[in-house]
């Protein structure tokens, strides 16, 4: 049972254009919904993280919106840039009780 | 400078041996992590350990085995029960069990020869 579900597999951009990458979890208890951006080759970094007591967070370029009722969370890169190009997971937990779930992944190329 | 480190960078196995991945941390974290990573398939946990001399089975364990000896190192055997053991294996730690950042390692690629 996949417990963090990831949209869309892979996902083309324009350079100076939006990505919007979502995400659907099943498990109301969760109470943590970091993203993690890849780079080829290496490991997994941390990018922004949000708890569901807030239905924004904004760094910078990039936007986690949350809709509690939902069961949705999504992650918005705005005037996505060549250097935003990766692997982009998004992952759910239950804060001190249960390792993150990752869900599958997007691969995001922005294009000049 | 601190940080997670994994050996080797790539590893190739044979059929029916056992393969050891090798983590280090000099970050003083309490918890460490072992992830498996496959094309489309994001990350899956395979063991996780909390405290020294302790440690769970995550969600695909089968095939595997850990020690957790010292604080700073989390290796991780893929034994020959593992029948497809060919996947990127990333290892990772966090200050104290289930915190929420995780510092991930870069990674080994293990194939099968």
């Known amino acids: ?112 | 400078d601190g940080g997670i480190t994994q050996s080797p960078k790539y590893l190739f196995r044979k059929e029916g041996q056992n393969v050891t991945l090798s983590c280090e941390q000099n970050l003083n974290h309490d918890a460490m992590y072992w992830y498996r990573q496959d094309p489309g398939q994001g990350l899956r946990l395979i063991y996780y350990s909390q405290i020294v001399n302790d440690f769970q089975k995550g969600d695909i364990a089968e095939g595997y085995s850990v020690s957790r000896e010292k604080k700073e190192s989390f290796p991780l055997t893929v034994t020959s029960a593992q029948k497809n053991p060919t996947a990127f294996y990333l290892c990772a730690s966090s200050t104290a069990g289930f915190n929420e950042k995780l510092f991930f390692g870069s990674g080994t690629q293990l194939s099968v020869l």
């Open chain 1, 1 to 112: 049972q996949q417990q963090v579900k990831q949209s869309p597999q892979s996902l083309i951009v324009q350079k100076g254009g939006i990505s919007i990458i979502n995400c659907a979890y099943e498990n109301t208890a969760f109470d943590y919904f970091p993203w993690y951006q890849q780079f080829p080759g290496k490991g997994p970094a941390l990018l922004i993280a949000i708890r569901p007591d807030v239905s924004e967070k904004k760094e910078g370029r990039f936007t986690i919106s949350f809709n509690k009722s939902a069961k949705q969370f999504s992650l918005h890169i705005m005037d996505s840039q060549p250097g935003d190009s990766a692997t982009y997971f998004c992952a759910a937990s239950i804060r001190g009780n249960t390792p993150l779930v990752f869900g599958k992944g997007t691969r995001l190329s922005v294009i000049a």
